[in-house]
């Protein structure tokens, strides 16, 4: 059974190599994260050796980026006819969804594995704390990974990329925000208390921030692990429900 | 080793598939036909565990197509309606994704994808992207895929559509070569085909089975012997005749 779930990694992995789309992915983000930091976060200007400025802005990055690496995963199956083909093989769904994931990680990490030379940077320029920036580089990863089973689920719903994109990008971007202090106040005082830390509690954001800060709680690991698996089941169920025709 | 047991496929309301029933042995090559909607495809996808069935049910070698699923799959090669290949992929590449999904590795995946290669005589096409060639050649590939694991249950859906005249002796050929050790279902528009490769034909129309027999008794349905006769009065009569209908 793993045997099928590495086929599906490989054909997953070399598929978005011999499409452009890896190569552009891979492009933009090694200028775009560092432009973000430099231009945005002043990473100059700090004066500080830590890679605050990249963090900082990197959610935002993924919220566009992530969802653009996802979103082919099923939609260009149902609009290619191929998903036909990939249900007749005998995989289980968990290792389809689970490969496509795992492949679709894989070039995320590699992106963000193209701003190290700013961590090298920084450790050429000061003395930062290179343990809380690699903590930091964990959230990153885990963050991306959210944002990808997301993307991948939406992915799921449609035949087309374009929509597969815009509901993926639009629910990370509400996942990112819902625990800002803008959203929160929003919810104004009537809301209830709990109902606000409940919806605090949900944002990737926050869950993020402890671990950029350099703190790895195991609160955080689990919300993680947990978005990801939760959104990688509703995408397994999503294509198993195409073996009932609509019953 | 195939089953289908009271099929029945419903679409919004609308009975696509009704009440299907049949067995296949090895060594039957089955030609399946009917008028475009009339159920064959759905059908298929029922057999290949692409679909489930609203009620019955259909098992490949014991196993049942939903509720033993993979074990059902991995004896059966599928080609489905069109002949959907990855288009970024070479043959080759697709052959062995088939391959390795079913756990075939090292010297044997080697072996297996190219004798499927040769078998369905993709040439030096083989090496291209799917996207690349032309409808036969790709309708070929996937052909390869479905016949490289060398499965007991084989399910082909038009498999000769597109190819040229050349191109459907081979894969005639083919299919003729692999019916002794098989159980084979092709569906197909070409009347012609029946005799020359089915040793059993099944009529199906509007999701109803109408005809279950050789293609020698579906030609005596008609005073004047042929097939094609016999295809419209069944499929636009409607009455269920034949040897096990």
């Known amino acids: 059974m793993m045997g099928s779930l590495v086929a599906v990694y490989r054909r997953e992995l070399t598929a978005y190599f011999q499409t452009p789309l890896a190569y552009v992915f891979l492009a933009v983000f090694a200028f775009a994260a560092p432009a973000f930091a430099f231009h945005i976060g002043r990473f100059f200007d700090t004066n500080r050796a830590d890679l605050a400025p990249l963090f900082d802005y990197l959610p935002w990055l993924l919220v566009i980026l992530m969802p653009a690496l ?27 969804t689970g490969g496509k994931f795992l ?9 963000i594995v193209l701003t190290m030379p700013m961590w090298i940077a920084v450790n050429y320029l000061g003395e930062p704390d290179n343990a809380a920036i690699a903590t930091a580089y964990v959230g990153a990863l885990l963050l991306a990974g959210s944002y990808l089973a997301i993307g991948q689920a939406l992915s799921a719903t449609t035949a087309n990329q374009v929509v597969a994109f815009v509901l993926g990008a639009g ?27 409940f919806i605090a509690g949900l944002s990737a954001l926050e869950h993020y921030d402890a671990l950029r800060n350099g703190v790895i709680a195991v609160a955080d690991l689990v919300y993680f692990l947990g978005l990801i698996l939760a959104a990688l089941g509703a995408a397994g169920v999503m294509i198993a429900e195409q073996r009932g025709g609509g019953r | 080793m195939l089953v289908a047991d009271h099929l029945v496929k419903e679409f919004g309301g609308l009975r696509a598939v009704e009440d299907v029933s049949f067995r296949l042995e090895r060594g039957e090559v089955l030609g399946f036909l009917g008028p475009n909607g009339a159920g064959k495809s759905t059908t298929m996808r029922m057999l290949a565990g692409c679909l489930e069935p609203d009620s019955g049910s259909a098992r490949i070698a014991g196993h049942d197509c939903v509720q033993d699923r ?68 790709k309708r070929r590939a996937a052909l390869a895929a479905a016949i490289a694991h060398d499965p007991a249950v084989l399910i082909l859906d038009e498999p000769t559509d597109g190819l040229d ?5 081979g894969v005639r050929a083919l299919i003729r070569e692999m019916a002794p050790e098989k159980a084979i279902i092709i569906s197909t528009h070409i009347l012609d085909e029946v005799p020359a490769v089915c040793s059993r ?18 030609e005596k349905l008609t005073p004047d012997g042929s097939i094609e006769t016999a295809f419209r009065l069944l499929t636009t009569g409607g009455c269920p005749v034949g040897d096990a209908a």
């Open chain 2, 201 to 218: 034909a099944i009529i199906i129309a509007q999701g109803r089975l109408l005809f279950d027999g050789s293609p020698h008794a579906l």
């Open chain 1, 70 to 96: 996802a979103m082919r995963a099923w939609a260009e199956e149902k609009d290619r006819g191929t998903l036909e083909f990939l249900m007749s093989l005998p995989i289980p769904l968990w290792a389809s």
């Open chain 1, 103 to 111: 492949a679709a990680w894989t070039v995320a990490a590699a992106a």
């Open chain 2, 165 to 169: 005249p050349n191109q459907k002796d």
């Open chain 2, 70 to 137: 993979i074990e059902a799959q991995s004896r059966l090669g599928y080609l489905p309606e069109g002949a959907p290949a990855y288009p970024a992929m070479t043959p080759r590449a697709f052959v062995a994704f088939g391959l390795q999904v079913r756990g075939f590795s090292g010297d044997a995946l080697k072996r297996a994808t190219e004798l499927a290669l040769e078998r369905a005589r993709l040439g030096a096409a083989a090496s291209q992207p799917i996207g690349t060639l032309s409808k036969g050649y």
């Open chain 1, 171 to 197: 629910a990370c971007f509400l996942l990112t925000m819902a625990g800002l202090p803008l959203v929160l106040s929003v919810l104004g005082e009537n809301a209830p208390a709990a109902l606000s830390e």
